[in-house]
């Protein structure tokens, strides 16, 4: 028997209990890529259609493109209060607060397809207004553990395979009959199940163990005066950061929201299966490399690591497109490189980045409340997008617009990020040693 004295005999204890614990965790891996899959099947439908049978709006607006403004609107609004919400939720009533936010997006799905157009876009609004609460309440299950990576590698696989196949399965909606105002709330009806079916899992994860909270720090709500220190103490790298990911989140959004436009401009319109066929390759190129970084024990450099990803996959972005108008690259693996580069770019701010951060500083917190800072800017910058090209570059066709914008994000991208890489380096020099776990 073990000696309750003896701390060799525990630590091998609790490593027996972590790894006994490994078959469940991996299975809250899959529970939280099919919850966050399933909130996609209410958020992406309204992209697939065109809606071209419906006049302008105001401003000169065509109607998807107000759509999605609005949707956009409602998911950074939400976003914002997020950083409050989410930061200091807790445990308790998650499953339940995922399940009532996404029946009330699909209520207004329904309703857009019973109202006028213009009522169209309050209920775009509100379907978006829930979701943006999804993401912190299901990683709020996988943080905090030495296993993060892996499974924040297995729900950021879910934003990025399920839009493709979401969109394949609103498309085929529309092949089938079903008119573009149904379409939306018809898609979402087959998720509820797996949705239903993955909260009951996520609901018996078990919690981090005291190993994972050793190495990982202690994950507890943060209120506003935690918020506040936070920020005061690494207000600077954050900031450099969540300018990046405003860029990011601005081309992932343009890309996946008008990616339809796109293929017809590139001659490959009017397939279903055309999205399933980029995202599935990128999910496999941009998250690997992401579930790799489990293996890096040293909080500090971990998150070095990550900034060398988001670099690597700005540089990508942009080279990729130049590679394309040389005619080194046919459309498809253009579209899979680029996606690649924006995604291997963009999953770390989700989960593993802000998640080894808190850990790395060692203060007790949740990287939901970093997570949300960053996505609530990052919407802005996707609204702002959209407003442009529709009121100031209206005439121009998505693909040349998609192009330009590439090659400044990949600029801004990297260097915003490279500051950031120096501001750690030179932090991490000046302290008295080396970060560990």
């Known amino acids: 028997m073990m000696k309750a004295g003896n701390p060799t005999a525990q630590a091998e204890s609790v490593q027996d209990a972590s790894q006994t614990n490994l078959p469940m965790l991996l299975l809250g891996g899959l529970a939280a890529f099919s919850a966050y899959f399933a909130m996609y099947a209410f958020r992406k439908p309204l992209t697939v259609a065109t809606y071209e049978d419906v006049g ?6 065509d109607y998807k493109s107000a759509l999605v403004i609005m949707q956009v609107i409602g998911y950074a609004l939400s976003k914002l209060i997020g950083i409050r919400i989410i930061a200091a939720f807790g445990l308790t009533g998650r499953a339940t607060a995922i399940a009532t936010l996404i029946g009330i997006s699909w209520l207004a799905l329904v309703a857009f397809a019973v109202v006028p157009p213009w009522m169209g876009l309050v209920c775009a609004f509100f379907n978006g207004l829930p979701l943006g609460m999804i993401w912190g309440l299901v990683f709020s299950y996988v943080e905090g553990r030495r296993t993060s990576e892996l499974l924040g590698a297995m729900l950021c696989a879910s934003f990025i395979v399920s839009s493709g196949l979401v969109k394949s399965a609103g498309s085929l909606m529309l092949h089938a009959g079903v008119s573009e105002r149904w379409m939306p709330a018809i898609t979402g009806v087959p998720f509820m199940p797996i949705l239903l079916v993955s909260l009951w899992f996520l609901e018996r994860l078990p919690p981090p163990s005291p190993q994972d909270e050793a190495e990982r720090t202690k994950r507890e709500p943060m209120h506003k005066p935690e ?10 790298p954050v900031a450099l950061l969540v300018a990046g990911y405003v860029v990011l989140t601005a081309m992932r959004d343009f890309r996946d929201n008008f990616m339809p436009e796109i293929w ?3 001659g490959q319109g009017g397939s279903s299966a055309v999205f399933s066929q980029t995202e599935t390759p990128v999910a496999v190129i941009a998250l690997a490399g992401l579930a790799a970084l489990m293996l890096v024990k040293n909080n500090m450099r971990a998150m070095l690591a990550m900034h060398g990803l988001i670099i690597l996959g700005g540089a990508m972005l942009g080279l990729g497109t130049l590679a394309f108008q040389a005619g080194w690259l046919a459309p498809m693996p253009w579209m899979i490189l680029t996606g690649a580069g924006l995604y291997l770019a963009y999953t770390p701010f ?5 998640d080894r951060m808190i850990a790395a500083f060692g203060k007790a917190g949740n990287a939901g409340f970093l997570i949300y800072i960053a ?33 400044l994000a990949s600029v801004l991208i990297v260097g915003f990020t490279l500051c950031s890489t120096v501001y750690f380096l030179r932090s991490t020099r000046r302290s008295e040693g080396p970060a560990h776990a």
């Open 227 to 236: 918020r506040a220190a936070f920020l005061r103490d690494h207000g600077l």
């Open 350 to 354: 989700n989960a593993m980045l802000f």
């Open 56 to 61: 302008l709006m105001p401003f000169g607006l």
């Open 264 to 266: 017809a401009a590139l």
């Open 375 to 407: 996505d609530a800017s990052g919407y802005a910058g996707s609204v702002a997008l959209l407003i442009w090209r529709s009121l100031f570059a209206p005439g121009r066709n998505w693909l040349p617009v998609f192009i330009d914008c590439a090659y």
